[in-house]
DNA sequence: CCTCCCGTTGCACACGTGTTCAATTTGCAC
DNA sequence: GTGCAAATTGAACACGTGTGCAACGGGAGG
């Protein structure tokens, strides 16, 4: 016995009518009588019949509507809160997501891409890792959209989707200036992504400019445990009366270090500014002040990048925005 | 200018073979002659050939290597752990992992597993939601794989896949009666999904045999928020001397109320225990004891219901540890 | 040299769908 | 009733692949 599933033909048969007019019938925009119509659902109700969108992808000339989305360590609130909303998106626009979780952000995410290839995605969206040139040019050559979110800037085929991570460099650096912060430890992790890269060059530049002398910490992944390493090592150094931490992540590890490790009290010995606005940014025990991106912003950026048909890129930038809270000096 | 993909036949033309040849070629185990397959790989490179899955799929009698993940609030830590750890191993076993995202655990999920017949996937995971019987009776005619992480119980026609909710609520029960805790709050969501219920009924039962006091709390959604609102409301009774909170998100909120809105220390004037072990938990500003789930068995067992072909059910147990960190009076 | 067997190859089919094109029917005005 | 346009319908093709089947070729054993 071999459980075959059902046809359009099938239905057809049933229904009593061309193989056609089933397929028009799941066709929106195509042209069948009412009462065809009908009977033609009738029948597929009967049956329990599915229109296969493999086969109906096949068939269409191009590409299907699965989009690919690369990632890694799709378990860290940031990322995680990003695949929330984006596949919400996708799937409410009636795209399919098809998710390529590498295991680490320095793993080669190319076979990841070429496999997305096979699949025939319309767009690929990669939120982790850097694609090599070669991958480029292929989705141009394939006419796959490729939309990198934070990731190189020199990509000229690629939409771009960009934190503005100078505004938020900006803004993290003159609420610790305010705040009357002189000597500044700036916490990035050793990941070195360009990202993080741009939100620690600015605030330095930013506060030496205006006279301040900043400190810098660049180690491990991008982690709780990397802030809470970063605390343990520079906190030994009581003249400093400020941090930024590139990354929410990074800065919850440094505040804990400072209150529990180190005996410093927050915000009252060492003013701390984050980024990202992580849901434990808000959580009572960290009432941590950092720089929001607004997540509908780049939702809205993915989605419209994804529909965006022709050749020009499109770069987008997230708005980002300061939240205070209670981890910076009145 | 149409942008054509390249066929199998451009590169069998190109290598001046046939189209068999080709195939065979990609198809590990096919028949093919060296000289043959080296022509082959050699016109595919060159004309950047990868084979069509969707095609591929099509031929195949049967189900494709796709496998549907059904989820909802991937954004919350536990679900994003599990997603993360559930695509990565899927990803390694060759199989591709289709992503539908629920926008609330509420939500309706029979559309979404519809939409992954449609896909002809070969099994699909319901992490959250309960699908009704319909969808059960329909994966069964079709032959796809149901796989049911912490769902219903009775659901006889799928894989199931069960946390020890009994056994972590009796090493948490017992944790805290060897505490001396006599009055014990018992924190759960309003969502009324059977693993938090069978993990709050038997805490009960364990402590109220002991001769313990059990104070119910159960509203709201499964959040951080939901923790707080529970201890606010909870903790003005100064003679709880225990809590139960049958997921850590619901303990770091609860814990938070009680150090930061109603002045109480944990341990000394109140011990808490957790569920889940997210990442959180073990932050130096909760250092939650809690109930941790193997997430590695977890895994593991999805993967195993994924292959195990066959009629039989599976039930899979996952087992759980106690983690005793420093919410507990010694 | 003949026979048998095995590895390789190409042809043709099947998979399930959307769509073009021509044929047919329907509707409508005169 | 008749002519014409519009709507509907069905047959056939295309999409890109894996594989059964038969044909072919070569080597080993007699």
Redesign the pocket.
């Known amino acids: 016995m071999t459980k075959?599933?059902v046809?359009?033909?099938d239905v057809a048969k049933l229904a009593g009518?061309?193989?056609?007019?089933?397929?028009?019938t799941?066709?929106p925009g195509?042209?069948?009588?009412p009462?065809?119509r009908e009977k033609v659902l009738k029948a597929a109700k009967k049956l329990g019949?599915?229109?296969?969108r493999l086969?109906?992808t096949?068939?269409?000339?191009g590409s299907s509507n699965l989009v690919g989305v690369v990632g890694a360590n799709i378990g860290m609130p940031f990322i995680a809160k990003q695949l929330d909303l984006l596949s919400l998106g996708l799937l409410h626009k009636g795209l399919q997501c098809l998710l390529l979780n590498a295991a680490d952000a320095r793993q080669d995410i190319a076979p990841l891409i070429e496999l997305i290839f096979e699949f025939r995605a319309k767009a690929i969206v990669v939120l982790s890792g850097e694609p090599p040139n070669a991958i480029l040019e292929e989705c141009k050559r394939r006419g796959v959209k490729l939309i990198l979110i934070n990731r190189m800037m020199e990509a000229t085929d690629a939409d771009l989707i960009l934190t503005d991570d100078l505004g938020g460099a900006r803004l993290a650096a003159e609420e610790l200036l305010a705040a009357g912060c002189r000597k500044i430890a700036v916490v990035t992790s050793g990941s070195g992504t360009p990202s993080q890269q741009r939100r620690a060059a600015e605030f330095c530049r930013i506060v030496n400019a205006a006279g301040g002398e900043t400190l810098d910490w660049a180690d491990g992944p991008t982690s709780y445990e990397t802030g809470l390493a970063a605390g343990r090592a520079l906190l030994g150094d009581r003249s400093l009366d400020g941090a930024f931490c590139v990354t929410d992540l990074l800065a919850t590890g440094f505040l804990d270090a400072a209150r529990h490790e180190m005996g410093l009290r927050v915000p009252e010995d060492i003013s701390i500014v984050g980024f990202d606005d992580i849901p434990q940014a808000s959580w009572k025990s960290y009432n941590l002040t950092t720089i929001a991106q607004s997540f509908d912003a780049l939702t809205d950026a993915v989605l419209s990048a994804v529909d965006h048909e022709g050749d020009i890129v499109e770069v987008s930038t997230i708005p980002v925005q300061l939240i205070r809270r209670n981890t910076v000096r009145a």
């Open positions: 075959r599933v046809n359009s033909s009518v061309s193989r056609s007019a089933v397929s028009r799941f066709t195509a042209s069948v009588s009462e065809v019949y599915r229109v296969n086969a109906q096949l068939n269409a000339r």
